[in-house]
């Protein structure tokens, strides 16, 4: 059963994360009410756009990019800064990776809230999880509730931001995609933080992912079909 006469919008990054959640969206409220919007902020490695368009395509959704500069602008991260080398050791000040980019997921959940109240969807999902992960501050449940908060008093709205991901673990979350038949999508999704395809397998983006498979048992399409 999908909910009646709601519409969704998906923040689709082309990654594995935000593919699963497509696939959550998909099953929950049917294929015709789920629509996606990715971001063009600066990022290095633009396969990830294209991942994203290939993605929305399989699955066979609409996918809007809209752009933002002001991330790459700040510079300061190695996800925006081509002279900034992925560092798998976290800052000893602040205990985040560099590939950190402060506001991220807030810029990001408030741009797609606009585009969703243009254009009168109900519902946000993002792929957000606390476990597993870098330790993004802007990823945490808590920070959610409060931005969901602040765009239904700044906008008037109902809006309401899904996190599918948001306690499972990577293992966890290959059950989830595999279970709604979300794994062959997986080998247009871009994971690897140094942009190499196939993936370098050698930075915490992409250890991470193998992590996940490995303890799944599911074999990861994207390696698979390198
Ligand atoms: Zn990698």
């Keep these: 059963m999908h909910e ?3 519409k969704v919008l998906v923040v689709l990054s082309g990654g594995q994360d935000s593919t699963t959640c497509l696939y959550w969206a998909i099953d929950r409220y049917g294929l015709a009410a789920v629509d996606t919007v990715t971001f063009d902020y600066g990022q290095r490695h633009r396969v990830e756009l294209e991942c994203a368009a290939k993605v929305a395509e399989f699955a066979g959704v609409s996918n809007t ?3 933002i500069d002001t991330l790459a ?3 300061g991260d190695a996800l925006t800064d081509p002279d900034i080398d992925v560092d798998s050791e976290t800052d000893a000040d602040t205990g985040l990776p560099n ?9 990001f959940l408030t741009y797609a809230a606009a585009l969703a109240y243009r254009r ?3 519902n946000l999902v993002t792929g957000v999880a606390e476990t597993d992960y870098s330790g993004y501050p802007d990823c945490r449940e808590e ?3 409060a931005l969901q908060q602040a765009l239904r008093l700044g906008m008037e709205s109902e809006v309401t931001i899904h996190t599918p991901l948001m306690h499972l673990s990577k293992k966890k979350t290959v059950e989830l995609a595999r279970d709604l038949g979300g794994l062959p999508a997986m080998a247009y999704t871009h994971t ?9 397998g050698q930075c915490p ?3 991470l992912r193998a992590k996940g498979f490995a303890e799944a048992g599911v074999n990861d399409p994207l390696v698979a079909s390198a």
């Design 120 to 122: 009168d969807i109900q």
């Design 192 to 200: 690897c933080y140094n942009g190499e395809r196939p993936p370098c």
């Design 4 to 6: 009646e006469e709601q």
């Design 99 to 107: 590939t950190f980019v402060p506001g991220r997921n807030l810029i």
């Design 65 to 67: 990019c809209l752009p």
């Design 205 to 207: 983006a992409c250890v």
């Design 143 to 145: 920070t959610i509730i």
């Design 73 to 75: 602008a700040l510079g």
